[in-house]
């Protein structure tokens, strides 16, 4: 079981990034899918998730309203798009994924409902 998120990088206050989050040797769709994040000095927190039937999609309040979470079955991958990023955004994005089919049923957005863990993919928003 591998996860790999993708698609971070330096940009300016107001612009977008989308964030991948694809799996190797399993297939995403019966899993539920979360984006956390970890900016320097601060402890991890939950950004969004995806249940594993789509039914169930939350966000952290900071971005609701900016950024979307979305799943393309034929690529066996998650999204995270995020707009209007502020510098408060900066930190090092995770996409995590559970063995059970579980996770993201609450909004509490709990990083230890996951059991797999991508590498991070870092996002530096400029003022």
């Known amino acids: 079981v591998q996860l790999q998120a993708s698609g971070g990088g330096s940009v300016q206050t107001g612009d977008s990034l989308r964030l991948s989050c694809g799996a190797s040797?399993?297939?995403?769709?019966?899993?539920?899918v979360g984006w956390f994040r970890q900016a320097p000095g601060a402890e991890r927190e939950g950004v969004s998730c995806?249940?594993?039937?789509?039914?169930?999609?939350y966000y952290a309040e900071s971005v609701k309203g900016r950024f979307t979470i979305s799943r393309d079955y034929a690529k066996n991958t998650v999204y995270l798009q995020m707009n209007s990023l502020k510098p408060e955004d900066t930190a090092v994005y995770y996409c995590?994924?559970?063995?059970?089919?579980?996770?993201?049923?609450?909004?509490?957005?709990?990083?230890?409902?996951?059991?797999?863990w991508g590498q991070g993919t870092e996002v530096t928003v400029s003022s």
């Open positions: 995806i249940s594993s039937n789509d039914n169930n999609i």
């Open positions: 995590a994924t559970d063995d059970l089919g579980v996770a993201c049923r609450f909004p509490n957005l709990d990083q230890y409902e996951y059991d797999y």
């Open positions: 040797g399993f297939t995403l769709d019966v899993y539920g």
